[in-house]
């Protein structure tokens, strides 16, 4: 069945740290891949979106993500965490005509 | 264009009631999603229509949920018989082809209606 594992459930970096989030996927072909952010009672905001090309790809507030077909992964990373990045993070995969499949999220929380 | 929009944002019924939820996608976006997410979990696909053709409906829309969108164009999401497993965030998002958007595709979400049902 096709699924979308962000296996850690809640990450916790000090301000200025780097941080890496995780995302895995299980589909046949190589999906459209994306990252959300949403802050407690909002919507979902995109940061970034990969189809093809070049698989590391840049988004907003910073945020980069790398697509790994070898190790079906595409993880979300920053170089240097603020304290306003503090949400939570979902991956999101649509594979041919399914829509958008999410997994459960990550919470980032950011420490003085 | 503004993006998506939600209304109402809070609702709160007693169980039992019926209630509805009303999306206004952008006016360019041929593709519209419905999706429930409960507390602490990633949002989960319900339905989702190409201009006004509901084209696929998850198991966890039950036979008390029914969602329209006549003109192709707004889309209203109704839950009869409310349930207190109900309670959750509805959001709703749009889309425009794939094909046509190339790389500008990808859905846009609205803000979400928040149901309480008590």
């Known amino acids: 069945a096709q699924s979308v594992t962000q296996p850690d459930i809640h990450i916790t970096v000090s301000e200025g740290a780097s941080l890496e989030l995780r995302c895995n996927y299980s589909y046949g072909a190589t999906p459209y891949l994306f990252w959300y952010v949403q802050s407690p009672g909002q919507g979902l905001q995109l940061l970034l979106k990969?189809?093809?090309?070049?698989?590391l790809v840049q988004g907003i507030k910073g945020f980069e993500a790398e697509f790994k077909r070898s190790q079906s992964s595409f993880n979300l990373r920053k170089p240097s965490v603020h304290w306003s990045d503090a949400a939570e993070y979902f991956c999101?995969?649509?594979?041919?005509?399914?829509?958008?499949?999410f997994g459960k999220g990550t919470r980032l929380s950011v420490i003085a | 264009d503004t993006g998506v929009s939600q209304n109402p944002r809070h609702k709160i019924t007693k169980r039992g009631q019926n209630v509805t939820f009303r999306c206004d996608p952008i006016?360019?976006?041929?593709?519209l999603y419905w999706y429930r997410q409960t507390l602490g979990q990633g949002p989960e696909f319900l339905t989702y229509?190409?201009?006004?053709?509901?084209?696929?409906k998850s198991r966890l829309l039950s036979d008390r949920f029914s969602a329209e969108r006549p003109k192709g164009s707004f889309s209203t999401l109704e839950i009869q018989r409310t349930e207190q497993g109900d309670s959750a965030m509805y959001l709703c998002a749009s889309s425009p082809g794939r094909a046509l958007a190339g790389h500008n595709y990808g859905y846009t979400f609205g803000s979400g209606t928040r149901l309480t049902v008590v």
């Open positions: 990969y189809f093809s090309g070049d698989t």
């Open positions: 999101a995969v649509e594979s041919g005509n399914t829509p958008l499949v």
């Open positions: 229509f190409q201009n006004e053709a509901q084209l696929e």
């Open positions: 006016s360019e976006h041929n593709r």
